[in-house]
Nanobody
Framework: QVQLVESGGGLVQPGGSLSVSCAASGSFFSINTMGWYRQAPEKERELVATINSTGATVYADSVKGRFTISRDSALNTVYLQMNSLKPEDTAVYYC??????????????WGEGTLVTVSS
């Protein structure tokens, strides 16, 4: 069974930095795209950033130039470095991965989420 486990998150002041990470564990053959989504209170879940197996990245316009996504394929881990944080970045951040599991099926997996709060 595949699991995505996030770590990091917490409270940070506006203008500050924070990083979150997500590690995939369990039995699977490979991981294609990994990414981060977020959901603020009373809002829809939205894309933050993704990175595929070749390292190509996609960012939401709202985080371009402030957030950086990276991955360590050997560790099956994706990272999100968040700089110049704003109160509107406050949300639960969810890890996401497109994984070829041990049943030889591709599927989308989600972590349980980690809360990032930007407040003074």
């Amino acid at each position: 069974q595949v699991q995505l486990v996030e770590s990091g998150g917490g409270l940070v002041q506006p203008g500050g930095s924070l990083s979150v990470s997500c590690a995939a564990s369990g039995s699977f053959f490979s991981i294609n795209t990994m990414g981060w989504y977020r959901q603020a209170p009373e809002k829809e879940r939205e894309l933050v950033a993704t990175i595929n197996s070749t390292g190509a990245t996609v960012y939401a316009d709202s985080v371009k130039g402030r957030f950086t996504i990276s991955r360590d394929s050997a560790l099956n881990t994706v990272y999100l470095q968040m700089n110049s944080l704003k109160p509107e970045d406050t949300a639960v951040y969810y890890c996401n991965a497109y994984i070829h599991n041990n049943l030889r099926q591709w599927g989308v997996y989600w972590g349980e989420g980690t809360l990032v709060t930007v407040s003074s």
